[in-house]
C-alpha cells in the first residue's frame, strides 16, 4: 500500500523512475512566469477583439447598428452577421457519429437567429482591448424576442429519449424485470434528487490568438484536444486540416470545457482572415458562462429494493436532464450504475428536455459526478433504512462479474478501498443514530460513498528522438491542463530508455507533433504514455540493429536479446557502453522512431473486461446547532487506481477531486433565469467555489495494484476518479451530523436551519 507523502525529489536508480514522487517539470517555468499561456502570446500587429453578445436569449435582430461603434477611436473592424465571412451552416442537433461532435462546424455571426442569451451578435476588432470594449457598447441592437423554454422542472413531461448519451453510451438498459422486483420488496427506496446547473470555471479564461500567413493559418489558444480543435476550426472555415496549426503548450485548466472551439476561436480566425493580422479574443469571465458550456440541471429517480439481509434485488435510476434545443448534450450521468453493484434486475434511463440556452458540455466526472451524488446517498439512505453499516451494505452487493456486461473485471478493489478507508478514518466511532454527536453547540457526522470511473485509452502516436549527445525529445501533440502530463512522460521516457530525467525534454501542444487523444475523460497519461513507451521501444531497437551491425560499435555482433537499457547505459552481457557515446559513435545524427497505440475500444482487452478505476471517500463535518452553518473537517480518499505513475501528481489530482465534490454538495449552482434565460450569476464572485478556507484535511491512499488489461504500465486514469462519489460523502455525513436529508443540491444552510433538532443550551 502506497501513501501519497510529500517527500524531497527522489534519486534516480536502476529500479526505474516510474512510480516515483518527481516535482512538475513545468513547476519552475510557472512559478517564474515562464510559462507563456494562449493570451500571453505577441505577435507584430496584433489587433485585440471583444465580443458583444445577445440581451435576449431567443429571437433575431431585426436591426443592428454599428456606425458609432465603426468611428470610435482604433476601431479596425466590426463584423457582424452582415459582414462576417461565410460559413457553413450549424447542421442538425445531433451528429451521426459521436467523432463529428467534436469536429463538426461551429459557425459564428453567420445568422440573424438568436439561440440562447449572450451568444455573440458582434465582434469588435481595434489597436487595443480598451478600445474594441468601448466600441462593443456603442452597438446598437433591436430584436424581436421569441418566448422561450427555460424551466427543466415544468417541462418534463415534454422531455424524450435521446438516440445515444455522451461517448455512445446506450441510453437506456433494462436487465430482468425492476417493476415486479420493487413492488415485491420487503425494504426499499425511492428518491427524487436534484443536481444543479454547474459551470467550470477554469484559472485560464478562453482566448486565442489567430495569424494568417498565406493560406496557413496558426492559432494559439488554451485546447485540451488539439485534433478535434484543428478539425472543428478547419470544418468551420472550409479549408483542409493541415492548413491549420493549433498550439497549445500551457493550459490553465479546462475541466472539459476546452474540449471544443468555441466564438473566441473562430471569431478571432475570421478576423484575422479579414484585416490580415494577428487577432487576439479572450472570453471574458461572463461571457464564459454563456459560451463555453456547462454542466445541465438534472433531476434524477433512484429506486433500490432489497431482501431482508440487504441483497439488491432491483436498481433503477432515471435521469431527466436539460438540453439544449439546437445542439443536443445527454450526460451518461446513470451508466455507472450498470457496473456498480450486482442485483439481478435492472433499468437505467436517460431522458432530456430541451430548454433554449447553450449546449450542456463534458465537464469533470460527465456522469459519475452528478450521478453518484444522488445514487451513493440513495445507498445511504437505504442503509439506514435496513439497519446495516453503509459500508457493510455495499460489500453485500459486490458483483463478481460486471452485472450488466457479464464479463470479469480486469481489477476491482472496491471492497478493499472501503475497508482500508474505514480502519484509517476511524469509522468504528461513527454513531449510526443521526444528530447524536455533539461537540459543544456542533453536530458531528461522519459519511462515505464509494467511488468508480471507467478507464479509457485513446488512439496516440509519438515520435521520440535522440541525438549525438544523448538528449532525448518526445514530440505529441498532447496537452497538459494542469495535470502533470509533461512530467509523467519524462519519466515514462526516462524509464524505457533507462536515462536520467534530466537528459529528457517533453515538447506538447502543437498540432504538429503526432496526433493523440489529447486531455480528457482521465486518459492521457494511459493514451500518450502506451504510445510514448511503445516509440522509446523502437528507438531502443533502431539503437540496438545499429549497435549490432556497426564497425564503430563497442557491442558489435551483441545479442540484442539481452541487452537491457539502464543507469544511461546499454549492457549485453558482459560488456556495456554509454548509451550517448553509443549514438556519437554510430549515428552521429542521431536516431528517431514513432510509436503508437489504438483506442482501447477497438481492443480485445476491453471488450473482455470491464475495467474501472475504484476508490471510497470519507468525510466528516461539523453544523451548528444555531446557525445551520456545515463546516468540513476532514476527508479520506482511498483508491484502487492501477499503478500509480507519480504519487506526488496522483495526489493533486484526487485533492482536486475531492475539493470538486466539496463544491458541488455545499455550493456550487449556477441559476437560471426562468423569465428570461439568462445564467443570474455568472462570475466568481457569485458562484461559489471551494477556497482555502472550505477545505479541510485531506489525506489520499493508493492502493498497490496492477491492471495487466489496461496498458503497458497497469495505470488506469484518475484524473477525474477524485470527484467521483466525494459530493456523497460530504452529503451523507451532513444526514449523520443532523438528521436532516437534503436531495436538493447544493446543501445551503437555509435547506438544513428549518428542520435542525433544537437543542437545549
Known amino acids: 500500500?502506497?501513501?501519497?507523502?510529500?517527500?524531497?525529489?527522489?534519486?534516480?536508480?536502476?529500479?526505474?523512475?516510474?512510480?516515483?514522487?518527481?516535482?512538475?517539470?513545468?513547476?519552475?517555468?510557472?512559478?517564474?512566469?515562464?510559462?507563456?499561456?494562449?493570451?500571453?502570446?505577441?505577435?507584430?500587429?496584433?489587433?485585440?477583439?471583444?465580443?458583444?453578445?445577445?440581451?435576449?436569449?431567443?429571437?433575431?435582430?431585426?436591426?443592428?447598428?454599428?456606425?458609432?461603434?465603426?468611428?470610435?477611436?482604433?476601431?479596425?473592424?466590426?463584423?457582424?452577421?452582415?459582414?462576417?465571412?461565410?460559413?457553413?451552416?450549424?447542421?442538425?442537433?445531433?451528429?451521426?457519429?459521436?467523432?463529428?461532435?467534436?469536429?463538426?462546424?461551429?459557425?459564428?455571426?453567420?445568422?440573424?437567429?438568436?439561440?440562447?442569451?449572450?451568444?455573440?451578435?458582434?465582434?469588435?476588432?481595434?489597436?487595443?482591448?480598451?478600445?474594441?470594449?468601448?466600441?462593443?457598447?456603442?452597438?446598437?441592437?433591436?430584436?424581436?424576442?421569441?418566448?422561450?423554454?427555460?424551466?427543466?422542472?415544468?417541462?418534463?413531461?415534454?422531455?424524450?429519449?435521446?438516440?445515444?448519451?455522451?461517448?455512445?453510451?446506450?441510453?437506456?438498459?433494462?436487465?430482468?424485470?425492476?417493476?415486479?422486483?420493487?413492488?415485491?420488496?420487503?425494504?426499499?427506496?425511492?428518491?427524487?434528487?436534484?443536481?444543479?446547473?454547474?459551470?467550470?470555471?477554469?484559472?485560464?479564461?478562453h482566448a486565442t490568438l489567430a495569424a494568417w500567413s498565406g493560406n496557413e493559418l496558426t492559432i494559439h489558444t488554451s485546447a485540451q484536444t488539439l485534433a478535434n480543435f484543428r478539425a472543428g476550426v478547419a470544418s468551420t472555415l472550409r479549408i483542409p486540416p493541415e492548413r491549420v496549426r493549433i498550439m497549445s503548450p500551457f493550459i490553465g485548466g479546462g475541466f472539459g470545457s476546452k474540449l471544443i472551439a468555441h466564438a473566441d476561436t473562430i471569431l478571432a480566425a475570421l478576423a484575422a482572415k479579414v484585416l490580415q493580422r494577428p487577432v487576439k479574443i479572450a472570453l471574458t469571465r461572463q461571457q464564459m458562462f454563456a459560451n463555453a458550456g456547462h454542466r445541465a440541471e438534472m433531476i434524477q429517480q433512484v429506486r433500490l429494493s432489497t431482501d431482508t439481509d440487504g441483497r439488491l434485488t432491483g436498481i433503477a435510476h432515471d435521469v431527466w436532464s436539460a438540453t439544449s434545443s439546437f445542439e443536443e448534450y445527454c450526460e451518461q450521468t446513470a451508466v455507472f450504475a450498470r457496473s456498480l453493484y450486482a442485483a439481478p434486475n435492472r433499468v437505467t434511463r436517460h431522458r432530456l428536455v430541451p430548454l433554449d440556452i447553450n449546449r450542456g458540455e463534458w465537464m469533470r466526472s460527465p456522469g459519475e459526478a452528478p450521478g453518484m451524488l444522488a445514487f451513493e446517498c440513495a445507498m445511504d439512505e437505504l442503509a439506514e433504512r435496513l439497519g446495516l453499516d453503509p459500508i457493510e451494505l455495499r460489500i453485500r452487493n459486490e458483483p463478481a462479474r460486471d452485472p450488466e456486461r457479464g464479463v470479469p473485471f480486469s481489477t476491482r478493489n472496491l471492497v478493499a478501498?472501503?475497508?482500508e478507508g474505514a480502519r484509517r478514518f476511524g469509522w468504528e466511532r461513527r454513531n449510526p443514530t443521526p444528530g447524536r454527536a455533539r461537540e459543544g453547540r456542533k453536530l458531528i457526522g461522519y459519511g462515505m460513498a464509494a467511488a468508480i470511473r471507467p478507464n479509457y485509452i485513446g488512439a496516440a502516436t509519438a515520435r521520440v528522438a535522440i541525438d549525438g549527445d544523448g538528449r532525448v525529445t518526445a514530440r505529441l501533440d498532447m496537452t497538459d491542463i494542469g495535470t502533470g502530463t509533461y512530467t509523467i512522460l519524462t519519466q515514462i521516457a526516462a524509464d524505457s530508455l533507462g536515462v536520467p530525467i534530466s537528459s529528457i525534454q517533453v515538447e506538447l501542444g502543437d498540432?504538429?507533433?503526432?496526433?493523440?487523444?489529447?486531455?480528457?475523460?482521465?486518459?492521457?497519461?494511459?493514451?500518450?504514455?502506451?504510445?510514448?513507451?511503445?516509440?522509446?521501444?523502437?528507438?531502443?531497437?533502431?539503437?540496438?540493429?545499429?549497435?549490432?551491425?556497426?564497425?564503430?560499435?563497442?557491442?558489435?555482433?551483441?545479442?540484442?536479446?539481452?541487452?537491457?537499457?539502464?543507469?544511461?547505459?546499454?549492457?549485453?552481457?558482459?560488456?556495456?557502453?554509454?548509451?550517448?557515446?553509443?549514438?556519437?559513435?554510430?549515428?552521429?545524427?542521431?536516431?528517431?522512431?514513432?510509436?503508437?497505440?489504438?483506442?482501447?475500444?477497438?481492443?480485445?482487452?476491453?471488450?473482455?473486461?470491464?475495467?474501472?478505476?475504484?476508490?471510497?471517500?470519507?468525510?466528516?463535518?461539523?453544523?451548528?446547532?444555531?446557525?445551520?452553518?456545515?463546516?468540513?473537517?476532514?476527508?479520506l480518499a482511498v483508491m484502487g487506481a492501477g499503478r500509480i505513475l507519480n504519487p506526488k501528481t496522483a495526489r493533486s489530482q484526487i485533492i482536486g477531486g475531492m475539493t470538486w465534490g466539496i463544491g458541488a454538495a455545499l455550493m456550487e449552482q449556477t441559476v437560471l433565469d426562468r423569465r428570461y434565460g439568462h445564467f443570474v450569476n455568472h462570475d466568481l464572485a457569485e458562484y461559489h467555489v471551494p477556497i482555502n478556507g472550505d477545505v479541510p484535511e485531506m489525506e489520499v491512499v493508493f492502493l498497490e495494484e496492477h491492471d495487466d488489461k489496461a496498458n503497458p504500465f497497469g495505470a488506469k486514469g484518475i484524473g477525474e476518479l477524485g470527484v467521483c462519489g466525494a459530493g456523497a460523502a460530504v452529503a451523507n455525513a451532513i444526514y449523520n451530523a443532523t438528521g436532516v436529508r437534503v436531495r436538493d443540491f447544493p446543501i445551503t444552510l437555509d435547506k438544513v436551519l428549518p428542520a435542525l433538532p433544537v437543542i437545549a443550551i
Open 417 to 419: 478501498c472501503m475497508e
Open 511 to 635: 498540432s504538429r507533433f503526432p496526433r493523440t487523444a489529447g486531455s480528457g475523460g482521465s486518459w492521457g497519461a494511459a493514451s500518450a504514455g502506451s504510445a510514448l513507451h511503445n516509440a522509446c521501444n523502437a528507438l531502443r531497437e533502431r539503437i540496438l540493429e545499429a549497435a549490432q551491425s556497426s564497425e564503430a560499435s563497442p557491442l558489435r555482433g551483441a545479442n540484442a536479446a539481452e541487452a537491457s537499457f539502464a543507469d544511461g547505459e546499454i549492457s549485453v552481457g558482459q560488456r556495456s557502453a554509454s548509451l550517448a557515446d553509443l549514438v556519437r559513435r554510430i549515428a552521429p545524427d542521431g536516431f528517431e522512431a514513432e510509436g503508437s497505440v489504438a483506442a482501447g475500444a477497438a481492443t480485445q482487452s476491453y471488450k473482455a473486461y470491464s475495467q474501472h478505476s475504484y476508490g471510497a471517500h470519507f468525510a466528516e463535518v461539523a453544523v451548528d446547532c444555531d446557525t445551520g452553518e456545515i463546516r468540513m473537517r476532514r476527508m
Open 1 to 205: 500500500m502506497t501513501e501519497t507523502k510529500t517527500s524531497n525529489r527522489p534519486r534516480e536508480t536502476r529500479s526505474g523512475v516510474i512510480g516515483r514522487p518527481f516535482d512538475r517539470i513545468d513547476g519552475p517555468l510557472k512559478v517564474r512566469g515562464d510559462a507563456t499561456y494562449a493570451y500571453e502570446n505577441t505577435l507584430e500587429g496584433t489587433a485585440f477583439g471583444y465580443i458583444l453578445g445577445a440581451a435576449v436569449a431567443k429571437g433575431r435582430i431585426a436591426e443592428i447598428d454599428t456606425a458609432e461603434a465603426e468611428r470610435a477611436p482604433a476601431v479596425l473592424l466590426v463584423m457582424t452577421h452582415r459582414n462576417a465571412p461565410a460559413q457553413p451552416d450549424f447542421g442538425p442537433a445531433v451528429t451521426p457519429t459521436v467523432p463529428e461532435v467534436f469536429t463538426r462546424a461551429r459557425p459564428a455571426l453567420n445568422s440573424e437567429r438568436v439561440r440562447y442569451y449572450d451568444e455573440p451578435v458582434a465582434l469588435v476588432v481595434a489597436e487595443t482591448f480598451e478600445a474594441a470594449r468601448a466600441a462593443a457598447g456603442l452597438i446598437k441592437v433591436r430584436y424581436d424576442e421569441e418566448p422561450g423554454l427555460y424551466d427543466l422542472s415544468g417541462h418534463v413531461a415534454d422531455a424524450y429519449a435521446p438516440k445515444r448519451t455522451n461517448a455512445g453510451f446506450e441510453t437506456d438498459s433494462v436487465i430482468g424485470d425492476f417493476e415486479s422486483a420493487f413492488a415485491a420488496a420487503p425494504v426499499k427506496v425511492d428518491a427524487t434528487y436534484r443536481t444543479p446547473f454547474e459551470h467550470h470555471n477554469p484559472m485560464e479564461p
